[in-house]
């Protein structure tokens, strides 16, 4: 049973283009909602994290939308750029000490200039 | 700078082989874990430990066991290679920062079991 789940499995935008990435969970006891971020050859690395008592969460060209009653979180990218050409994995826990982070698949992004 | 390490980028091992990936963490974390990451599958985990000598089962703990005899210490043994077990192995450790686990992810080790 897949909790957290993330589309799309790949996406291509143009260099400039708003990037959109969606993920739905099952778990209402979530509570914390990280964004990660692989480039080839690397492991995962921490974007961007939101908890739910927000609807919104901005950090630069990266922005989560969050809407609790629909169980719903994106990830936005604004002004993509090449280099933000990577792996993208949304993901989501009860925060608590013990307790492992629940991943989605994962997005290919690619900009394209 | 915070560092995971893991002892090796790339592994090839013969089916019914006994394997260990060693991973390494500097943060003093208590957390670490082990996943596997397949294309189209994700980041799968195998086994996390919250505290030395604790394991605990991830989602697909099957073929594997793990060791953690020190807190800065965890490692992944596949008692029995088999080729299904071919796969992209990341260790992660984590600490409880604000209101949630930020998770620092080793570079992995590629294995392949012919």
């Known amino acids: 049973q897949q909790q957290v789940k993330q589309s799309p499995q790949s996406l291509i935008v143009q260099k400039g283009g708003i990037s959109i990435i969606n993920c739905a969970y099952e778990?209402?006891?979530?509570?914390?909602f990280p964004w990660y971020q692989q480039f080839p050859g690397k492991g995962p690395a921490l974007l961007i994290a939101?908890?739910?008592?927000?609807s919104e969460k901005k950090e630069g060209r990266f922005t989560i939308s969050f809407n609790k009653s629909a169980k719903q979180f994106s990830l936005h990218i604004m002004d993509s750029q090449p280099g933000d050409s990577a792996t993208y994995f949304c993901?989501?826990?009860?925060?608590?000490?013990?307790?492992?982070?629940?991943f989605g698949k994962g997005t290919r992004l690619s900009v394209i200039a | 700078d915070v560092k995971v390490t893991q002892s090796s980028r790339y592994l090839v091992k013969r089916t019914g082989e006994k394997v260990f990936l060693e991973c390494v963490q500097d943060m003093d974390h208590e957390n670490m874990f082990w996943y596997r990451q397949d294309p189209g599958l994700g980041l799968r985990l195998i086994y996390f430990s919250y505290d030395v000598k604790m394991k605990e089962k991830g989602d697909i703990p099957e073929g594997y066991s793990v060791s953690r005899e020190k807190k800065e210490r965890f490692s992944l043994i596949l008692e029995s290679a088999s080729t299904n077990q071919t796969s992209m192995y990341l260790c992660?450790?984590?600490?409880?920062?604000?209101?949630?686990?930020?998770?620092?992810f080793g570079p992995g080790t590629r294995l392949t079991v012919t």
């Open positions: 993901a989501a826990s009860r925060g608590a000490r013990n307790t492992p982070l629940v």
């Open positions: 939101i908890r739910p008592d927000v």
């Open positions: 992660a450790s984590s600490s409880l920062v604000g209101y949630g686990l930020e998770q620092y």
């Open positions: 778990n209402t006891a979530f509570d914390y």
